[in-house]
């Protein structure tokens, strides 16, 4: 079988996802290696020496961040034109990733953070979401009539953050954006992206992905 770009990941890792959404909105094939992050192999190790996922292996190429990895696929092939958007729509992810990951994290994660008012934590991850709900209604997606990178970069994180109390957030009446998210977990790319597989392990057969194209 012809050699193909490795992709090491994590199912539920929200970084992870995008990048598995981006390379299956592609067609593009890869090996996908799943990992368990509580027991790393050695040969993911190699790869990314910080230990986190998702990481592409592609020929002399490593790409350790999971943005990246969604322009390397786009940028071969863009059949539903995500790239095709304002540079508003990468301002939207730099506030995702920065901003409002860190007051997820917060969030989610108080324990870690016993310093932090979780209240307030909470409040700013929600100035984020109040945005992208004013963005929202008026149109099905965040820049406009179509999905674009903004999207599917934003929705795996809106996602884990509803996650943490999903009858709090459904209680905060922002329609358009418990819309969007629920149109999002109902499709088939979060399905096809969310399938279950074993931890990889150096003698299994390898595991392309995706399963099919889009």
């Not at 990941?9 to 995008?18: D, G, I, K, Q, T």
């Not at 940028?75 to 007051?103: T, Y």
Request: charged share 25%; net charge neutral; with cysteine.
């Amino acid at each position: 079988m012809p050699t193909l770009p490795i992709l090491w990941s994590f199912r539920r890792c929200p970084y992870a996802m995008r990048a598995r959404l981006a390379i299956r909105a592609s067609g593009l094939a890869v090996e996908l290696r799943e990992i368990l992050l509580r027991d790393k192999p050695d040969m993911f190790l190699a790869t990314s020496p910080k230990g986190t996922v998702p990481v592409l292996h592609s020929g002399d190429r490593i790409i350790a961040e999971s943005r990246d990895i969604m322009l390397w696929a786009l940028r071969q092939c863009d059949p539903e034109g995500w790239l095709d958007m304002a540079p508003e729509g990468h301002a939207l992810i730099d506030s995702c990733d920065g901003p409002f990951k860190r007051a997820l994290d917060h969030t989610k994660y108080a324990v870690r953070y016993p310093h932090l008012d979780v209240a307030a934590e909470r409040a700013k991850a929600m100035e984020f979401l109040q945005h992208l709900d004013d963005r929202l209604t008026g149109a099905p997606f965040l820049m406009g009539p179509t999905r674009s990178l903004a999207d599917m970069a934003i929705l795996p994180f809106v996602r884990q953050f509803a996650n943490i109390d999903r009858a709090w957030f459904n209680a905060q009446q922002m329609s358009p954006l418990t819309r969007w998210l629920d149109a999002f977990l109902a499709s088939d790319p979060f399905a096809a992206v969310m399938v279950k597989y074993a931890p990889w392990h150096a003698d299994q057969d390898r595991v392309l992905f995706p399963q099919t194209t889009p």
